[in-house]
């Protein structure tokens, strides 16, 4: 079951990311200076950050720390109660699934990818999507992000919870860092970072589900990441919608403006003054999904179609044949 959330390349690191960084031993603005960006910008609680700004940061914190392990650290070395907020709500959900759920729309205050979902055999396969043509995640970053994931299920449900199997594009380090961390057989080199849940744990209950405290923290969240995403063009947060509602066949303008509270008529004119046309944002919206889950080698093509909303494999490959100038499956052998 992918999560989808509406595209923007806009985040805020909170005070709690930079205060891992302190526990990692570095100065925050060292970091800085060290991706080169103001030294001061770690004491801005409301500074933006674009996506290159945010990888040079994980890059600068793994450069710097010399610490193959410093992604795993900075979230396990973290108590709860001075966590990000997003992870402090998890750990208040009904149990592992509604804690994923949770941590997977609100993880977008600080960084713009998104998580998705897949059951398969009883497992639940986690894997990271950013927009198109983003550069590939810094390793660390992955690091985190799926030990944040691990974390929470940990904290939430009281036990060591162990994944069915991880994947990870980056090089085998030379200590047995990861191994520790995950305790589940670990893949290095891999084309794509993958997290093997089982989807038994994720039916777990948390002890500390605290539904009072949901309700006053959940729309605080909401409001932040609506803030997060006003720095979205109109015309990415239509493709993010268009995206969300292929595999339903759902791609009329109508079901659109419904989703971002426009009637049909003001949203073509908010549209034009951008410059395009709703048919080129969902021909560009396909485009970039079609590129997106072909990039996921365990999809297979035909499940590919569906999630577009083709009826069949046949049009699908003629659709993008049309649009790519290739077929889906040379365009997967390619070095993309």
């Given at each position: 079951m992918p999560i989808h959330d509406a595209v923007s390349t806009a985040c805020k690191l909170p005070q709690s990311f930079w205060q891992a960084v302190t526990q990692l031993g570095l100065d925050p603005a060292a970091v800085l200076q060290h991706a080169h960006l103001p030294g001061t910008w770690h004491l801005d609680d409301t500074r933006v950050i674009n996506t290159p700004q945010l990888f040079a940061i994980w890059n600068a914190i793994e450069a710097l720390s010399g610490d193959p392990s410093a992604g795993i650290r900075m979230v396990t070395q973290t108590s709860t109660s001075t966590h990000m907020l997003a992870f402090l709500a998890a750990t208040y959900a009904a149990d592992f699934q509604d804690a994923l759920t949770r941590l997977a729309r609100f993880k977008r205050l600080c960084s713009p990818d998104r998580m998705c979902f897949d059951e398969r055999r009883g497992n639940t396969v986690v894997t990271i999507e950013w927009p198109a043509d983003t550069p590939p995640e810094p390793h660390i970053a992955v690091d985190a992000s799926f030990a944040l994931l691990l974390e929470v299920g940990r904290r939430g449900t009281g036990k060591h919870l162990l994944p069915v199997s991880v994947d990870l594009r980056r090089a085998a380090p030379a200590t047995g860092c990861h191994a520790v961390f995950f305790g589940c057989p670990i893949r290095f080199g891999t084309q794509r970072d993958r997290l093997v849940l089982a989807s038994a744990d994720l039916a777990l209950g948390f002890p500390t589900h605290n539904p009072e405290l949901l309700q006053m923290l959940t729309p605080a969240l909401s409001t932040a990441v609506d803030e997060i995403?006003?720095?979205?063009?109109?015309?990415?947060?239509?493709?993010?919608?268009?995206?969300?509602?292929?595999?339903?066949?759902?791609?009329?303008m109508a079901t659109v403006a419904c989703e971002l509270g426009f009637s049909p008529r003001s949203l073509q004119r908010k549209i034009s003054v951008e410059g395009k046309t709703f048919r080129a944002l969902l021909t560009e919206a396909r485009s970039e999904l079609s590129r997106e889950l072909l990039g996921n080698q365990s999809l297979g093509v035909k499940e590919v179609a569906y999630r577009l909303g083709y009826q069949d494999t046949n049009s699908f490959y003629r659709a993008f044949r049309g649009q790519e100038k290739i077929t889906p499956g040379r365009w997967r052998r390619l070095d993309h």
């Open positions: 995403e006003q720095h979205a063009s109109l015309g990415e947060r239509v493709k993010a919608a268009l995206k969300r509602m292929m595999a339903e066949g759902r791609t009329d």
